[in-house]
């Protein structure tokens, strides 16, 4: 037996939540020891040992066909991390926007983590996911135990990109709502903000 870790230094060896350890003991998947007051102990030997028999998934997105380099450019990269670390993994790639919820790819990586088939999710930049929402992606990784693997944490020209273009989604959706799709008003108001855009992106 090696050394007994509490159950918070244990989930943070796991790069789990407190809750996720105990509900694997409840499961079964794992068991501890208890102290004479009653405190659970974990051996970290049988602890790190435990994989669960999960997989490792890359994802990778891109917004737009014009970024296929840049999506191929984020596969190699997380493909030559995950072969660094000896993962067994799949890579899901993905092209939409980041304001798209029922992006093909998104929908397989989130079935994968509800039904707990996956060990770890790894990504060269949270945004990747999503552009709004991400956290609660995280928050359902957390919950069932998937460790998260961000690249990146700095944004970069791609990133930029990304961003230019799910505003100018934002702006296309809002102004269709508010004025009418063919109101010349609208038309207008649309072609103003995404010249402004443009001119933003290309000084980037």
Do not use: P
Not at 25 to 45: L, M, N, W
């Amino acid at each position: 037996m090696g050394r007994l870790l509490s159950i918070g230094e244990a989930a943070a060896v796991k790069g789990v939540s407190i809750d996720t350890l105990r509900r694997w003991e409840k499961e079964g998947k794992i068991q501890s020891v208890r102290t004479q007051g009653g405190h659970r102990r974990y051996d970290i030997d049988t602890l790190i040992d435990f994989k669960e028999n999960r997989k490792t998934i890359a994802y990778a997105r891109v917004s737009s066909h014009d970024q296929k380099n840049d999506l191929e450019r984020q596969a190699l990269v997380l493909e030559a991390y995950c072969l660094h670390h000896g993962y067994n993994f799949e890579i899901i790639k993905d092209l939409g926007s980041g304001l798209n919820y029922k992006k093909r790819g998104l929908q397989k990586l989130l079935q994968l983590i509800i039904s707990e088939q996956i060990d770890r999710l790894v990504i060269t930049n949270k945004d990747r996911l999503l552009r709004f929402g991400s956290e609660l992606i995280f928050s359902l990784c957390e919950y069932s135990g998937v460790e998260i693997v961000v690249l990146n944490r700095k944004e970069d020209s791609s990133y930029e990109e990304d961003l230019a273009a799910d505003v100018l989604e934002i702006i296309t959706v809002f102004s269709a709502r508010l004025y009418g799709s063919r109101s010349r008003r609208n038309q207008k108001i649309l072609e103003r903000l995404i010249e402004t855009v443009d001119t933003s992106d290309k000084s980037l």
